[in-house]
């Protein structure tokens, strides 16, 4: 490119000034970060650098012939320094002012956006404008804008150039470029994807995030940390809507990543990462449970009392653009659908239970008290959920029995190794085990008329009593304990008061 006007000297003269205004950019945006209310003394310096600039700049682009590669260098620098001033003013609180230069901006090179020069300016201005429109509440002319860059193709090969590169006589070093309009494109798709959740567009919103973590896959450039939580967040989003075949699809793609990192790299994955996927997990198994039961009792409370009569949505695969390039995906056999039979229940039992030992690995009592707490008391829900479908009564109480030993191996543990957490924790404890003990009590009221519902003789009748009255007096002796634990518990935290503030469940 033969450059007239703008020949090496003239860019060594413009980025002498834009180094010292570079300076001061940065001393007014330290300023601001530590106290916002220290006015920038150097202020009148920063705009007499900007003057001098674009005066130059002004100079040159008048000189230049119209639409040539120099001219839109020009005019990308002139771009540029008011979108530094723009960048400036936002950090003076003049959001009004700042909006309005990045608007006239974006016209000024529009008719330039898909040129070397321009391109990423134009994709950053877009950022800081969209971003200011939607905190004013614009967030449909914001959508418009970002759906008009994001939609479109780009070349891999694209070479872009910062405010810096412009004022440079070297070229931009090209990976680098490819780095930075990356990360730019991650920024405007996350902006875009929250843009469409504060409308309610959920299906677009979900996509976005999508498109977020296919582009991190790309790339190669992603924390498996953040990559794994931003997945597993996705995950809810679809457990909102009750869309479990998503919702599946994207934990078992967190499980390739993870194993595929392990495998190509050879390196230890974070424990945070298999965390998150284990939350996940469960969270998806408790999620199904309980949507199912609240279906089949709405569909009982309708005299539907078959459960087969449960309305199931037609099996369907996961959509080629929900799918991620670049990942092989195998899918468990679990259910992703409404619980209708004790199979499906067993199934999806098994598979949370599992990933529930896995968190526990991690959430140790000694070193993770309450979140050891927790799990336990997710597997006790997970006990209730597979009682509820357990459809004879042996197995019911089973199945409740289980879930009584696991409760009162928990409250011994605590009381013995963690009294201060069997405090915090004491109240939740004995209302599950008062609600297994009735559970139980109740399979054997039915186990005993089932055994004596062909004959009503005396004898019959007089055990029935007598089963009755042993039931209300276990009842009694659980009210009991329960009134005689309060005191105790305040007793051990009025001890607990004597000990150094430090002490805590931790």
Known sequence: MANDLLNENALKEMGAIFDNLSVYLYKEKQTNENDQNVE?????????????????????LTASENSSQEFVKILSMKASLLYEKAKMRLLRESCTDALQTLQSTLKLIEDY??????????????????YLLSKDGKLEEARTLLETILYKEYSPDIVVYSTEDLFKVDEPDPMLCRLKFNKLMLNNIQMLGWIYGKLGFQDLHAFMEHLYLQKQLDIDDLNIINWTS????????????????????????????????????KLTIEPQAKVSLSKAWIHYGLHLFSASKKKLLEKMYDNENDATDIEEKPPFQVLEQHKFRGLQVTIPNIPANYITNTQDARTLFVHTQNWLKHIRT????????????????????LYRFLAFYETDLESQYNVQKRR??????????????????????????????????????????????????????????????????????????????????????TEVE??????SSGESCQ
Not at 113 to 129: E, K, M, P, Q
Not at 406 to 428: G, H, M, Q, W
Not at 494 to 499: A, R, Y
């Open 494 to 499: 009025n001890q607990e008061l004597n000990l």
């Open 40 to 60: 920038n003394k150097d202020s009148d310096v920063v705009n007499g650098y900007f003057e001098q600039l674009l005066e130059k700049i002004e100079g040159y």
């Open 113 to 130: 956006a898909d040129h070397d020069y321009i391109i990423f300016l134009y994709l950053r201005i877009v950022n800081h404008v969209s």
């Open 404 to 489: 009584s030993e696991t409760l009162e191996a928990l409250s011994t543990l605590l009381r013995e190794v963690r009294p201060s957490c069997y405090t915090a924790v004491s109240i939740e404890l004995w209302r599950e085990l008062a609600e297994v003990q009735i559970e139980m009590m109740g399979i054997n009221l039915k186990r005993l008329y089932t055994f004596e519902c062909e004959q009503e003789t005396v004898g019959n009748i007089k055990k029935r009593i007598e089963a009755v009255s042993e039931v209300h007096d276990k009842l009694e002796s659980i009210g009991d304990t329960i009134l005689t634990v309060q005191p105790n518990e």
């Open 362 to 381: 991690f959430y140790t009592l000694r070193d993770y008290p309450l979140q050891y707490v927790n799990a336990v008391l997710d597997l006790s829900e």
């Open 230 to 265: 931003k997945c597993c967040r996705l995950v809810i989003i679809y457990l909102t809507t009750n869309n479990w075949i998503y919702a599946r699809y994207y934990l078992a793609s967190v499980g390739a990543l993870l194993a595929q990192k392990t495998t190509d790299s």
